[in-house]
């Protein structure tokens, strides 16, 4: 079993819905929650960063972190074409000297 | 804030000969900067991490000889593909971590894709 587990999709949705993408993992000594996003042939991006359990909103992404099931979540509000990317997950624990574990990533297609 | 640069973006190269990218933080000091190597339509693979004024620490399967880095300031980090051939072709992606920010996270660069005939 993979640490970080993650739906590599891909998931196709409308313009304008709502979108929900997790990651489960199985190491509770993570701390550290990030979503990066990643379009074809480019860098990652960071972005929402997390830390501990809870919730953070920027914009029109909401970040979710629910350490006792051990699940995140990154939900995208009123999606558009442009949000078409590869959507990962990354985790870290306080003693990973920075380290990430990362997730497969997700994805997504918005369609117009 | 928070860039980082690679270069060159892409580079084609017979095979035997030798590679080197760059990766610099552009408006920040990392003293901890990561090497990633990633397949088509695959995540991240770690292959390194680079410590400025010290050695690099290489993951299980990756050939330190082979890959050699050097972290020689707090903004440069250096990855030379060795002897590259065909099955090195792959997008290497360096990240670097902005430690006075006080985060574990990671600014990456816009990876350099590298293709050996």
């Known amino acids: 079993q993979k640490e970080v587990e993650q739906d590599p999709g891909p998931l196709s949705v409308p313009e304008g819905a709502i979108v929900s993408l997790n990651c489960t993992y199985s190491n509770s000594a993570f701390q550290y929650f990030m979503w990066y996003r990643q379009y074809s042939r480019k860098g990652p991006e960071l972005l929402m960063y997390?830390?501990s359990s809870g919730n953070k909103e920027d914009g029109r992404f909401t970040a979710q972190v629910d350490k006792s099931s051990k699940y995140i979540s990154l939900f995208i509000r009123d999606s558009q074409p442009s949000d078409s990317a590869t959507y990962l997950c990354?985790?870290?624990?306080?003693?990973?000297?920075?380290?990430?574990?990362w997730g497969a990533g997700t994805k997504l297609i918005i369609k117009p | 804030g928070a860039v980082v640069s690679q270069h060159p973006s892409w580079v084609i190269c017979k095979s035997g000969t030798s590679v080197k990218i760059e990766c610099r933080s552009l408006d920040f000091q990392a003293t901890t900067m990561f090497w990633y190597r990633q397949f088509p339509k695959q995540s991240l693979m770690l292959m390194a991490t680079?410590?400025?004024?010290?050695?690099?620490?290489?993951e299980q399967g990756v050939e330190k000889d082979k890959f050699l880095i050097n972290h020689a300031s707090l903004t440069l980090s250096t990855l030379t593909v060795t002897s590259a051939h065909p099955e090195d072709s792959s997008f290497y992606i360096c990240s670097a971590v902005n430690q006075l920010a006080g985060t574990d996270s990671q600014y990456f660069g816009p990876g350099t894709r590298l293709t050996v005939l």
């Open positions: 997390t830390y």
């Open positions: 990354a985790m870290s624990d306080v003693d990973s000297n920075y380290q990430l574990i």
């Open positions: 680079s410590n400025e004024g010290s050695k690099a620490t290489y």
